[in-house]
């Protein structure tokens, strides 16, 4: 079960702390920056909270008329039948309560936070493992400018300003995004000539952008952080994100919250969207004048139909970019330990799909050519016709026990091998249950551990 981080104005607003030992004291800390009116309730109460005047503390017993006009509740005391009827009773009055160590009672958590200023990070994981919680927190704070609360007041003020002095909305989110990047880099407020630099730049920006263009990014094959970094940037600035199945969906988290996110998903089977209403839909999307992205799995001219793509866009006078990704040709066998080059071994390689439109059988036409190449063979989306393709090479001349392999990898970097000859790696894959996609490797190479 997950838990929303709702950010809650507290300020001023009645909390009660039941418990007066060090529990209770760790709460106060985290909650006094945010200036709400605590109480404190117990038969017992530390020294160092009795001392302080920024809260309440009533050394007693916890009564039910305690409870009246609270925003929230914690129960921190050492009774646990205590805590409980805390909990009960919150639950039947409507009042968000927080129970230590006690997730199942709580209807809310105390996330790890981090506070510099206007900025507030709270990091939860649902009561699984607060040590990872408090371990990412402080990676988060090592993260942060030193001068962010300055940063964040100079930001807050920028807004009021901006709001006055750029009428137009995409160029005044356009300059008010690139200050943000530009004080986080410089680790400070910008100087005044730096904002009207800034300004400038932006307008600029903002009159090319309504032409539209589309960039057409290989997100590479596997884990999100293959990708490379161009097309990383190019999905942070993207306006419109169009994307296909084979990628890593934690890409996705890197697009602005404004970007709209368009599935168009393509595989064996399973067409969700034909290719000439993709053309249309990136078309239109640059026509509305905005910046697209077109993310692909693997790279996007090697059977990835990018150029298809590009020559529609072209059409249309379009500006089109294009952002090379890694292949699965190369990226899938190698995360296997399989080279498709080696030295004295194999010195050429061969990318071929492993299925055409054309053929009778949909298997490529030159099988006999290939079977007389001396190099790597690597079939692409090939898996449903794996024991053709393995009979037709040996029909024509490859060995029966030429080493075969296929490599099935996932995004979270893990691969599955099926290794074999063309005699038998038909019949292993078979037996392994191994679905798609996956890449077929055929050669010297495919031997190799």
């Known amino acids: 079960m997950g838990y929303f981080p709702f950010f809650i104005d507290i300020k001023e607003r009645n909390g009660l702390i039941i418990g007066g030992g060090r529990i209770a004291a760790h709460k106060v800390e985290k909650l006094l920056p945010f200036e ?32 009246s006009e609270m925003m929230f509740v914690i129960a921190a005391s ?6 409980s009827k805390v909990a009960e009773m919150c639950m039947e009055r409507g009042i968000p309560v927080n129970v230590v160590d006690n997730r199942e009672e709580c209807s809310f958590l105390f996330p790890a936070l981090v506070k510099e200023g206007k900025l507030t990070v709270g990091i ?10 408090s371990e990412l927190r402080s990676q988060v704070a090592q993260e942060l400018p030193c001068g962010m609360e300055q940063i964040l007041d100079y930001l807050f003020q ?23 990047m ?19 730049e932006c307008n600029t920006e903002v009159q090319s952008d309504l032409i539209g263009c589309v960039t057409v990014v290989g997100a590479g094959c596997g884990a999100y952080d293959l990708i490379t970094v161009r097309g990383m940037n190019a999905v942070r600035k993207a306006q419109v994100l169009v994307y296909d199945d084979l990628i890593d969906r934690r890409l996705l988290d890197f697009a602005a919250e404004s970007c709209e996110r368009l599935y168009v998903g393509k595989r064996s089977g399973k067409h969700s969207m034909p290719q000439e209403e993709i053309n249309r839909l990136l078309i239109e999307k640059a026509k509305q004048g905005k910046r697209v992205v077109r993310l692909k799995g693997g790279d996007p001219f090697v059977f990835g139909r990018g150029k298809e793509e590009v ?14 990704g890694i292949s699965s040709a190369i990226g899938v066998p190698s995360a296997a330990g399989i080279p498709v080059t080696h030295r004295e071994l194999s010195e050429s390689f061969h990318v071929i799909t492993g299925h055409t439109a054309r053929g009778q059988d949909s298997l490529p036409e030159d099988m006999e050519q290939l079977a007389s190449l001396h190099g790597t063979l690597v079939f692409l989306m090939g898996l449903g016709h794996l024991e ?23 995004f979270d970097g893990n691969v599955r091998t099926v290794r074999g000859t063309l005699r038998t790696i038909s019949e ?9 996609p996956a890449v077929i490797v055929v050669g010297e190479t495919a031997g190799m551990k």
Do not use: W
Not at 389 to 409: F, N, Q
């Open 36 to 67: 709400p009116r605590l109480m404190v309730v117990a038969p017992d109460i530390l020294p160092e909270l009795l001392e302080r005047r920024d809260i309440i503390c009533h050394q007693r017993t916890f009564s039910k008329e305690d409870l």
């Open 78 to 83: 050492d009774d646990i039948s205590l805590n």
């Open 124 to 133: 939860s994981t649902g009561g699984a493992s607060p040590q990872i919680a």
């Open 158 to 180: 920028l807004r009021k300003e901006a709001k006055m002095k750029i009428g137009e909305d995409q160029a005044r989110s356009a300059f008010l995004k690139k200050a943000a």
């Open 182 to 200: 530009l004080c986080m880099e410089k680790n400070r407020p910008l100087l005044r000539e730096e904002e009207e630099a800034l300004h400038h």
């Open 311 to 324: 020559q529609a866009l072209t059409r249309e006078g379009i500006e089109v970019q294009v952002v090379p």
């Open 388 to 410: 053709e393709i393995a009979e037709r090479l040996v029909r024509y001349g490859k060995e029966p026990d030429t080493p075969a392999a296929v490599v099935h990898g996932s």
């Open 428 to 436: 292993r894959v078979r037996a392994s249950g191994m679905e798609a």
